[in-house]
């Protein structure tokens, strides 16, 4: 062995120990609450059992041929299930990831964190991957129950399409979230911002209603937020809508989305990380 590759070697072991360790971290610290279990798993559901029976009071069932015709899903029940459950990780993101930075100022651990010799980056990929963990146990969770008492029908086959349609999404808005970790390092508090980019996604993405059913304007909107085409590609695929190459299309659209994001987020968290050291308010509270 070469003393490159013996250098290479504990520099891989140390990376993955960091992100490791963020892992077990977070985690530890969820399990610590299990209250948040209950929450991410069961509300989400109450929040959109108003727009069931919004449904059978407007349009007298579960069936409405006119959703039908615009998303080719007839039944109000797996439409919103999907708005609901993929809403969700925009939740946890933006509130998990996001307010990370926040989080380790209330805790008294964010000098440290900061002042440690390990590239910043590890740590914040440890911390998207303990969000990624947490939020797929939600959505499991959630995807149980609207199966067993929603009518939520997935097959085996489109099991591998959903989860690699979770995981583009998850990358852009992980994106987004380390910008608003940026934003945390200098501003302190990201929880408006958060806040109001959950009212976006809310409203121009189709969580709970057809995109098309929105303005000219609000249309383009809903073209920059990757929980769009998200619903698309997943929406087509339990509609049994097999239109492949319309699905693959809205992945690619998901993927450039996600490159341009991460790379912006990086971008602006190590510009921030730099601007607030040198600035000396890193440690104003």
Known sequence: MT??????KPLTGSNFFVVWSEIVKNIKILLAYP?????WTIFPIFW????IFQGKAFVGGLQSPSLGNVTGISDIIPFL???AILNSYVLTALWGLGESMR???YQGTLDYLLASPCNKALILIGKALSESISSTMFAITQMVVCVL????????GAIM???FIIILLIMGLYGMALMLAALSLRYKQSHDIAHGLDYVFYIFSGVRYPVQSLPFWGQLISKFLPLTYALFAFRSIISMQLNVFWIYQQMLYLLIMDVVLIFLGFYLFNWMEKKTKKSGVISHF
């Open 48 to 51: 959109f059992l108003p727009f």
């Open 81 to 83: 299930v999907v708005g």
């Open 35 to 39: 209250v948040i279990f209950v929450f």
């Open 3 to 8: 003393s490159e590759e013996g250098a290479l």
């Open 161 to 163: 399409p959903i989860i």
């Open 149 to 156: 008492f929603f009518g939520l029908e997935i097959t085996v």
């Open 103 to 105: 989080r380790e100022a």
